[in-house]
């Protein structure tokens, strides 16, 4: 079974461009989530979609940060304009359903640094 | 607000020790807890979930531990080796978030000297 795919795998630009990653999870998957990992910290929540609905963008910081999964499979993850804060590692991951106890599948992970 | 801290940010124990990670959470009664494990450069891969009416689980050399009353929970790697040389994330369900919604530790970065 394909895990969870991210691409790039890195990305450097500069402050006030825009980046976009892309995922595709595992098949099958309805749920799919973005997270921030920062060096030296545990994964953040950004935004998390049902299907091709959000179900959690509390913590997404709207002003900069936009997502989108519009046929309910691949997600986009948008920054625009970054700045320096935004340097981390963005991970996407998708669970069969969305439910307490879902396992949630990890992808490799997108690494950013905004210079 | 809710909090999850990992206390060691580092561990280092010799081939064959067993190994005690330590996760304590507070203002917050989880419903279960999770444990990952995150290598450098790939992302978190699930380990173990531990109900909150569950005392301990096990899964091979790994055995967790989960005390409501303490707001504690532990993770053992026993006859540890070298390949479990990694960060190690405990994870709960964020309070008011949906189903899913999980808040994670910083890690503890687990090194295994031969």
């Known amino acids: 079974e394909a895990g969870v795919a991210q691409s790039p795998r890195y990305k450097i630009i500069e402050k006030r461009q825009s980046v976009a990653f892309w995922c595709n999870p595992i098949?099958?998957?309805?749920?799919l989530y973005w997270y921030q990992q920062i060096l030296g910290q545990g994964p953040k929540l950004l935004i998390q979609f049902q299907n091709n609905g959000v179900v959690d963008d509390s913590q997404l910081p709207k002003d900069r940060f936009s997502a989108e999964r519009l046929k309910g499979v691949d997600s986009t993850l948008k920054i625009q304009p970054a700045k320096l804060e935004d340097s981390a590692v963005y991970l996407c991951?998708?669970?069969?359903?969305?439910?307490?106890?879902?396992?949630?599948?990890f992808g490799p992970g997108t690494r950013l640094l905004v210079l | 607000s809710q909090k999850i801290e990992q206390n060691s940010e580092a561990l280092n124990i010799q081939e064959g020790k067993t190994a005690t990670l330590t996760c304590n959470y507070t203002n917050y009664s989880p419903a279960y807890l999770q444990w990952y494990r995150q290598d450098p450069g790939r992302g978190p891969v699930f380990l173990l979930l531990i109900r909150e009416n569950e005392k301990e689980k096990r899964k091979e050399r790994l055995k967790v531990t989960f005390d409501t009353t303490l707001k504690q929970s532990l993770f053992h790697i026993t006859a540890s080796q070298p390949a479990d040389s990694a960060t190690y994330l405990c994870a709960l369900v964020r309070y008011g978030g949906s189903q899913g919604n999980l808040i994670f530790g910083k890690g503890t970065k687990l090194s295994v000297k031969p």
């Open positions: 098949s099958g998957h309805a749920t």
């Open positions: 991951a998708s669970s069969l359903d969305v439910g307490t106890e879902e396992t949630q599948y």
